[in-house]
């Protein structure tokens, strides 16, 4: 009987759409968020509105309050100054980029150069932070890293600025590849030629979408400004 001669089965693409989720946060964490202006504006709003409330309530703590009423108020009080911790905290990500590492990335020509970026790192590219284990396969795996760089037609080359969020993109799909033992040429084609839609799951998705959300708060915000001066 002859053996059959299949091939190894074809990497899902769940699993492509999950690696490079998890390697684009990384990505794009060390190099840096940059928040939209109307995100800044919206969650800036959000505080200062959060603030306003929360002296409010420790205002009215002074007051008689019925042992009930106190327990409420003060509930109320420590939920409040958990949001506003974690309205801050999505700014906070932006001083925990490490803007140099990133640099070295991109620029990196070789193998050992890629290490010692990583050995710089600090948080994103460190696997003993944050239990972020999964980041050492670039160290590891750094001449594939390379070679992806070097020999793909699709690697961001321009020194324009838009190309620096292509670059993100790249490194991610190239390492999800990595990751799961394909060629990063072959991740990097499967997921460029992905068609996106309303039920599509990938990071890019997902990112375009809170794009559309903050873009829709902001303008209800402003069409609610306008509709309360046009009534003065």
Not at 36 to 62: D, F, H, I, P, W
Not at 113 to 138: E, H, I, T, Y
Request: glycine share 6%; hydrophobic share 35%.
């Amino acid at each position: 009987m002859r053996a059959s001669k299949r091939g190894p089965a074809p990497t899902p693409l769940s699993e492509l759409f999950l690696w490079e989720g998890l390697w684009y946060g990384a990505f794009l964490l060390l190099r840096g968020v940059e928040p939209s202006a109307q995100e800044v504006l919206l969650r800036g709003n959000a505080v200062a509105e959060l603030r306003q409330e929360l002296a409010s309530l420790k205002k009215s703590l002074g007051e008689e309050n019925s042992p009930s009423e106190k327990g409420a108020k003060e509930w109320s009080i420590a939920r409040l100054e958990k949001q506003i911790k974690v309205e801050q905290g999505h700014r906070g990500l932006e001083s925990l980029a490490e803007p140099a590492v990133w640099k070295a990335l991109v620029d990196a020509r070789t193998a050992d150069d890629v290490r010692r970026a990583c050995g710089q790192s600090k948080r994103w590219l460190s696997p003993k932070w944050q239990g972020r284990v999964f980041v050492r396969l670039l160290s590891e795996k750094a001449e594939e890293f390379i070679r992806a760089k070097t020999d793909d037609p699709y690697y961001p080359r321009s020194e324009r600025r838009s190309s620096e969020i292509k670059r993100v993109t790249f490194f991610a799909r190239a390492m999800a590849g990595i990751t799961l033992g394909i060629s990063p040429s072959t991740a990097v084609d499967k997921l460029r030629k992905v068609k996106h839609g309303e039920e599509c799951f990938c990071v890019h998705c997902d990112r375009e979408l809170a794009e559309r959300m903050w873009k829709f708060q902001f303008q209800e915000l402003e069409r609610e400004r306008k509709s309360r001066k046009e009534k003065k």
